[in-house]
C-alpha cells in the first residue's frame, strides 16, 4: 500500500530552528513535494525533490533520501507566520501525490 | 480572475440534494484535480483530469462526479449529497499531469456541511 507518515504536532520557539520529518512509501516515485497550509486556507507550494540530497530556498530547505523513503523540512529563522500545517506528499508511478495529514507546526515566541 | 476560484465558499445541505461545486483556472493548465480534506486525515483525491474531455476516477470517488468539456472549468458533483460528504472540498491544477514537476495549485477551498 501507500502510505506518508509524518508527525501529528511540533511545537518550536521563535527564531529557533526546526526539522519536520516525512516517510513515505508510494507505489514507483517520482519525486517528493511540501506544501504549508495555513489554518482555513489552501495548501500552497513549498518545495520538491525527486533526486537524493538537500534543496535550499531561503530559510527553507528539504532533503531526500530515496533509499531510505525519507525526507524532512528544515525551517531555520522561525517567525510567528510560519505557524501552519506542513503537508508532506510522495508522488507514485501514476503522477498522483499521496498525502500525509499534515504537521501542525506551533511557534512560540 | 488569478489562479483558481471555487463556488461557494461554504454551503450547508440537507441530505439527499443534490450540490455542485464550480472550480473555474484561468491559468490554461492542463490537469485539474478534486480533494476532500478532513480532519487528521491527508488530503483525499476524489476524481482528475488530465486533459479537457477525459477525466478518472482517484481514491475516494464514490458518491462524487465530474465534467470537463473545456481547459479552465471542473465542477464536481454531488448527486444525492450524505452526512459523510462534510468536508472541506480543495479543487486544484496543474501544468502538466504527467510531468514529474508537478506543482498543483489550489483553489481556497468549499466547506460543505451535510445535514
Known amino acids: 500500500g501507500q502510505n506518508i507518515d509524518q508527525p501529528t504536532e511540533m511545537t518550536a520557539t521563535e527564531g529557533a530552528i ?9 507505489s514507483g516515485f517520482n519525486g517528493l513535494f511540501w506544501y504549508q497550509q495555513h489554518a482555513g486556507e489552501a ?10 540530497g538537500l534543496e535550499e530556498k531561503g530559510r527553507f530547505s528539504s532533503f531526500l533520501s530515496r533509499s531510505k523513503g525519507y525526507s524532512y523540512l528544515l525551517l531555520k529563522e522561525l517567525q510567528m ?8 506528499a510522495g508522488m507514485d508511478s501514476n503522477y498522483q501525490l499521496i498525502w500525509g495529514a499534515g504537521t501542525k507546526l506551533i511557534i512560540k515566541p | 480572475i488569478a489562479g483558481i476560484t471555487q463556488a461557494p465558499t461554504s454551503q450547508i445541505l440537507a441530505a439527499g440534494r443534490r450540490m455542485t ?8 493548465h492542463n490537469a485539474m484535480y478534486w480533494y476532500r480534506q478532513d480532519l487528521g486525515l491527508g488530503l483525499r483525491l476524489i476524481h482528475y483530469s488530465n486533459t479537457a474531455g477525459t477525466t478518472g476516477k482517484g481514491e475516494v ?19 444525492s449529497a450524505v452526512p459523510s460528504q462534510t468536508s472541506v472540498y480543495f479543487c486544484a491544477s496543474s501544468d ?7 506543482e498543483q495549485f489550489f483553489g481556497p477551498g468549499t466547506r460543505l456541511t451535510v445535514l
Do not use: E, W
Request: one cysteine or more; aromatic letters at 12%; hydrophobic letters at 30%.
Open chain 2, 96 to 102: 502538466d499531469a504527467g510531468g514529474s514537476y508537478n
Open chain 2, 61 to 79: 470517488p464514490d458518491g462524487y462526479s465530474v465534467s470537463r468539456a473545456n481547459t479552465d472549468d471542473f465542477p464536481l458533483t454531488l448527486a
Open chain 1, 43 to 52: 495548501p500552497t507550494f513549498l518545495s520538491y525533490n525527486v533526486l537524493d
Open chain 1, 18 to 26: 526546526v526539522q519536520i520529518n516525512c516517510t513515505y512509501q508510494t
Open chain 2, 21 to 28: 461545486l464550480r472550480c473555474t483556472q484561468d491559468m490554461r
Open chain 1, 81 to 88: 507566520k510560519d505557524s501552519a500545517s506542513y503537508l508532506c
